[in-house]
C-alpha cells in the first residue's frame, strides 16, 4: 500500500520545544532561517537570561549582575536594548519567507512585518479576553491601554528580515517574574512605562493555552491555515501511552530481524586486534548484526571514554555506574587500531559524560588528533553526546571531524520519555552549530517506539531545516525487560519510504532499514555527501 505523506510543503511547521537556552534556540532559528526555505513558527520558555544588542546602554539598564540572579547575559546581533527572558514567558520565533502577500520589497517588509506580528499577538490578547491591547506610538512591542496616560508593556517585540526571510520574533509576559524587569534592568531602555504580564491583568492561563491560540492565528495569517505541529511533551506524564499494543519481549521478531549472522577468520583476527589494544566496539558491545558486513567494509565504531554512562535512556543498554576517569592512552591505541584494522572510516562513539567538565569533547578531539596523525587518509566520524550543549562542543569542531553524527534517537513527543537527559531542541542546536562550524552533519532515529508517521516526517525536516546531510534509520530492539517497550515492528517498506521523503527534503543519504543502526554504511554515506558537495561546488561556482 503506497503511502501518503501527511505534510504539505506549504503548511506552518509548528514546534513547540519547552524550555530552551536562549543561544540553543538561536543556533536552531538561524539554521533554519539559512538552510530552510520552509515555515516555521519556533514556541519555547527560556531559562533566565537578559540579552542586549550592540547598542544597549548597559551602563543605565542593567541593575544587577546577572550571575546573581541566576541569569545568563548574553549580547546578540538585533537591535533594541537590553532585554529579559524567561520562565512563564512564552517566545515565538517566526522563520517565515514573506511573499508578496505579506507586501515584500525592501524596508517595506519590516514594517508590514512588524506591524503583522503585532497584529498576532493583539489577536491573540483579544481570543484571551484582553480587549484593551494595542501599539503605542513611538514605543516597539504590544501595549495594554496604550492611548491611557500609563500604558503597560505586556509583549516585546524584535524581528530581522533579510532577503525576504525572517527571524527572531516576541515575548509575551504570560506569568513571567516580573521583578526580573522591574528590579534588575530597564527592560528596552524604557523607564517610562511600566510591564505587565498575564497573570498580573488577572488572566489565569497556561503557557499551552496561549501557545494554542498563537500557533492557530499565525497560520491562519501565514499558511492559509495550513499547521503541521509537533509538541515535545509538556509533562511527565502527557506521554504515557496505551501499552496494550506493545511487543511482548517473548514475541518472536520478523524474518527481517532474524539475519544470519556469520563471522569469518578476518573478524576473528580483528577481535584479537582489538583485545590487545584494550579497545571496545560499539559493534561487539551492542551484538551489532551488521558486524562482519561493516568490518569487511572497512568500517567500524570504537568507544571511547570507557562504558559507563552518566544517563539512562530508555532504549539503551549501558552500564551506568560511576564513569572512570578519562584513560589519556586511549587516542593514541585507538589510532593504532585503526592503523590495523586497515580502516577508510572510523567511527568514534561515546557515552555521555556529564561529570567531565568539557563533557569529554577534548578527548574525543584527541582521538581525532591521533588517528589523522597515524592514518591521514581514514576519514573519521564522530557520534558524540550533546555536552549539555556547552560551549565544549567547539573544541571537537575545531578538530574537523569529517563527520559530526549526533542521534535525535526519537521524535519530539516522545524525548522525555526515551532519553530524559536529553532534548530535541538541543540536538537541533548542536546539529544547526556543527553545520554552521563547515561540518559534515548526521543524526539518526529509531522507529518502534510509538511515533507516527507525521512525526517521523516533521523529525526528518527538522533534521534537514538545521542543514543535517547524512541520516539513519533503524528498528529500535528492547535490549532487557528494564527498557523500554517494543511498540512495533516497523515493516521494511516504512525504511523505504522515509529514506525518499528524506531525500525529497534535501538529505543528502538517508540509510533506512530495519538493521540499519548509527554507523551502518557510514563509510558510502559520507562518500555520497561529499559528491553531492563537490557537484554543489561545481554548481555555484
Ligand atoms: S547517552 Fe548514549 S550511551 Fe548513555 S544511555 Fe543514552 S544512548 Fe546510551
Same mark, same amino acid.
Given at each position: 500500500?503506497?503511502?501518503?505523506?501527511?505534510?504539505?510543503? $506549504?503548511?506552518?511547521?509548528?514546534?513547540?520545544?519547552?524550555?530552551?537556552?536562549?543561544?540553543?534556540?538561536?543556533?536552531?532559528?538561524?539554521?533554519?532561517?539559512?538552510?530552510?526555505?520552509?515555515?516555521?513558527?519556533?514556541?519555547?520558555?527560556?531559562?533566565?537570561?537578559?540579552?542586549?544588542?550592540?547598542?544597549?546602554?548597559?551602563?543605565?539598564?542593567?541593575?544587577?549582575?546577572?550571575? &546573581?540572579?541566576?541569569?545568563?547575559?548574553?549580547?546578540?546581533?538585533?537591535?533594541?536594548?537590553?532585554?529579559?527572558?524567561?520562565?512563564?514567558?512564552?517566545?515565538?520565533?517566526?522563520?517565515?519567507?514573506?511573499?508578496?502577500?505579506?507586501?515584500?520589497?525592501?524596508?517595506?517588509?519590516?514594517?508590514?512585518?512588524?506591524?503583522?506580528?503585532?497584529?498576532?499577538?493583539?489577536?491573540?490578547?483579544? /481570543?484571551?479576553?484582553?480587549?484593551?491591547?494595542?501599539?503605542?506610538?513611538?514605543?516597539?512591542?504590544?501595549?495594554?491601554?496604550?492611548?491611557?496616560?500609563?500604558? &503597560?508593556?505586556?509583549?516585546?517585540?524584535?524581528?530581522?528580515?533579510?532577503?525576504?526571510?525572517?527571524?527572531?520574533?516576541?515575548?509575551?509576559?504570560?506569568?513571567?517574574?516580573?521583578?526580573?524587569?522591574?528590579?534588575?534592568?530597564?527592560?528596552?531602555?524604557?523607564? /517610562?512605562?511600566?510591564?505587565?504580564?498575564?497573570?498580573?491583568?488577572?488572566?489565569?492561563?497556561?503557557?499551552?493555552?496561549?501557545?494554542?491560540?498563537?500557533?492557530?492565528?499565525?497560520?491562519?495569517?501565514?499558511?492559509?491555515?495550513?499547521?503541521?505541529?509537533?509538541?515535545?511533551?509538556?509533562?511527565?506524564?502527557?506521554?504515557?501511552?496505551? $501499552?496494550?499494543?506493545?511487543?511482548?519481549?517473548?514475541?518472536?521478531?520478523?524474518?527481517?530481524?532474524?539475519?544470519?549472522?556469520?563471522?569469518?577468520?578476518? =573478524?576473528?583476527?580483528?577481535?584479537?586486534?582489538?583485545?590487545?589494544?584494550?579497545?571496545?566496539?560499539?559493534?561487539?558491545?551492542?551484538?551489532?548484526?551488521?558486524?562482519?558486513?561493516?568490518?569487511?567494509?572497512?568500517?567500524?565504531?570504537?568507544?571511547?571514554?570507557?562504558?559507563?554512562?552518566?544517563?539512562?535512556?530508555?532504549?539503551?543498554?549501558?552500564?551506568?555506574?560511576?564513569?572512570?576517569?578519562?584513560?589519556?592512552?586511549?587516542?593514541?591505541?585507538?589510532?593504532?587500531?585503526?592503523?590495523?584494522?586497515?580502516?577508510?572510516?572510523?567511527?568514534?562513539?561515546?557515552?555521555?559524560?556529564?561529570?567531565?567538565?568539557?563533557?569529554?569533547?577534548?578527548?574525543?578531539?584527541?582521538?581525532?588528533?591521533?588517528?589523522?596523525?597515524?592514518?591521514? &587518509?581514514?576519514?573519521?566520524?564522530?557520534?558524540?553526546?550533546?555536552?549539555?550543549?556547552?560551549?565544549?562542543?567547539?573544541?571537537?569542531?575545531?578538530?574537523?571531524?569529517?563527520?559530526?553524527?549526533?542521534?535525535?534517537?526519537?521524535?519530539?513527543?516522545?524525548?522525555?520519555?526515551?532519553?530524559?537527559?536529553?532534548?530535541?531542541?538541543?540536538?537541533?542546536? =548542536?546539529?544547526?552549530?556543527?553545520?554552521?562550524?563547515?561540518? $559534515?552533519?548526521?543524526?539518526?532515529?529509531?522507529?518502534?517506539?510509538?511515533?507516527?508517521?507525521?512525526?517521523?516526517?516533521?523529525?526528518?525536516?527538522?533534521?534537514?531545516?538545521?542543514?543535517?546531510?547524512?541520516?539513519?534509520?533503524?528498528?529500535?530492539?528492547?535490549?532487557?525487560?528494564?527498557?523500554?517497550?517494543?511498540?512495533?515492528?516497523?515493516?521494511?517498506?516504512?525504511?523505504?519510504?522515509?529514506?525518499?521523503?528524506?531525500? &525529497?527534503?534535501?538529505?543528502?543519504?538517508?540509510?533506512?532499514?530495519?538493521?540499519?543502526?548509527?554507523?551502518?554504511?557510514?563509510?558510502?554515506?559520507?562518500?555520497?555527501?561529499?559528491?553531492?558537495?563537490?557537484?554543489?561546488?561545481?554548481?555555484?561556482?
Amino acid at each position: 500500500m503506497a503511502r501518503e505523506s501527511s505534510h504539505s510543503a $506549504t503548511s506552518l511547521n509548528v514546534r513547540w520545544l519547552g524550555k530552551v537556552p536562549y543561544r540553543e534556540a538561536l543556533a536552531v532559528q538561524t539554521a533554519m532561517f539559512s538552510n530552510s526555505n520552509m515555515q516555521h513558527l519556533l514556541l519555547l520558555e527560556h531559562p533566565h537570561v537578559f540579552t542586549y544588542g550592540p547598542s544597549s546602554d548597559l551602563e543605565h539598564n542593567l541593575k544587577c549582575d546577572p550571575t &546573581q540572579v541566576g541569569a545568563e547575559l548574553i549580547k546578540v546581533n538585533r537591535g533594541g536594548d537590553i532585554t529579559y527572558h524567561g520562565p512563564g514567558q512564552l517566545v515565538v520565533y517566526p522563520i517565515l519567507s514573506l511573499t508578496a502577500k505579506h507586501g515584500v520589497g525592501g524596508p517595506a517588509d519590516m514594517k508590514a512585518y512588524v506591524c503583522a506580528v503585532e497584529q498576532l499577538v493583539i489577536d491573540t490578547l483579544a /481570543e484571551l479576553g484582553v480587549t484593551n491591547a494595542g501599539r503605542f506610538d513611538g514605543y516597539p512591542g504590544v501595549w495594554i491601554n496604550p492611548k491611557s496616560v500609563t500604558p &503597560q508593556k505586556i509583549c516585546a517585540i524584535g524581528v530581522r528580515v533579510s532577503r525576504g526571510r525572517t527571524m527572531h520574533g516576541f515575548a509575551l509576559n504570560v506569568s513571567t517574574d516580573l521583578r526580573y524587569m522591574r528590579e534588575h534592568i530597564v527592560p528596552c531602555g524604557i523607564a /517610562e512605562y511600566p510591564v505587565t504580564s498575564l497573570a498580573e491583568l488577572g488572566i489565569d492561563v497556561s503557557i499551552k493555552q496561549v501557545v494554542d491560540i498563537v500557533a492557530m492565528l499565525a497560520a491562519k495569517r501565514w499558511t492559509n491555515g495550513e499547521v503541521d505541529r509537533h509538541d515535545v511533551a509538556w509533562s511527565a506524564h502527557s506521554e504515557e501511552s496505551d $501499552t496494550s499494543s506493545n511487543v511482548e519481549i517473548s514475541a518472536r521478531k520478523p524474518v527481517w530481524l532474524r539475519p544470519h549472522v556469520s563471522h569469518g577468520p578476518e =573478524v576473528l583476527a580483528t577481535k584479537k586486534t582489538l583485545r590487545d589494544l584494550n579497545l571496545v566496539t560499539v559493534c561487539e558491545e551492542a551484538g551489532c548484526p551488521n558486524l562482519s558486513e561493516c568490518w569487511a567494509d572497512g568500517t567500524a565504531t570504537m568507544m571511547v571514554l570507557g562504558e559507563r554512562c552518566t544517563r539512562a535512556c530508555g532504549f539503551c543498554l549501558i552500564d551506568t555506574r560511576k564513569p572512570l576517569a578519562p584513560d589519556f592512552d586511549e587516542p593514541g591505541r585507538v589510532a593504532q587500531a585503526v592503523v590495523k584494522m586497515k580502516l577508510e572510516h572510523a567511527v568514534l562513539t561515546m557515552v555521555a559524560r556529564d561529570d567531565l567538565a568539557d563533557g569529554g569533547m577534548a578527548h574525543v578531539a584527541a582521538c581525532v588528533r591521533e588517528i589523522r596523525n597515524l592514518s591521514p &587518509q581514514t576519514r573519521v566520524e564522530t557520534l558524540i553526546s550533546d555536552a549539555k550543549g556547552t560551549d565544549a562542543l567547539d573544541i571537537l569542531f575545531l578538530e574537523r571531524p569529517d563527520v559530526l553524527n549526533h542521534n535525535i534517537e526519537t521524535v519530539a513527543r516522545l524525548q522525555r520519555q526515551v532519553r530524559p537527559s536529553a532534548g530535541y531542541a538541543r540536538s537541533l542546536s =548542536v546539529l544547526a552549530r556543527a553545520r554552521r562550524a563547515g561540518l $559534515t552533519t548526521k543524526s539518526g532515529f529509531m522507529l518502534g517506539l510509538g511515533e507516527r508517521q507525521d512525526e517521523v516526517e516533521a523529525t526528518l525536516i527538522d533534521l534537514a531545516s538545521v542543514g543535517v546531510q547524512l541520516v539513519t534509520i533503524g528498528q529500535y530492539l528492547r535490549p532487557s525487560a528494564d527498557h523500554l517497550p517494543v511498540v512495533r515492528w516497523a515493516d521494511p517498506s516504512e525504511f523505504t519510504y522515509y529514506a525518499e521523503f528524506g531525500k &525529497q527534503l534535501g538529505i543528502n543519504h538517508v540509510q533506512a532499514s530495519p538493521l540499519t543502526r548509527s554507523s551502518y554504511h557510514a563509510k558510502r554515506a559520507a562518500e555520497q555527501a561529499n559528491e553531492q558537495v563537490s557537484v554543489h561546488l561545481v554548481s555555484i561556482r
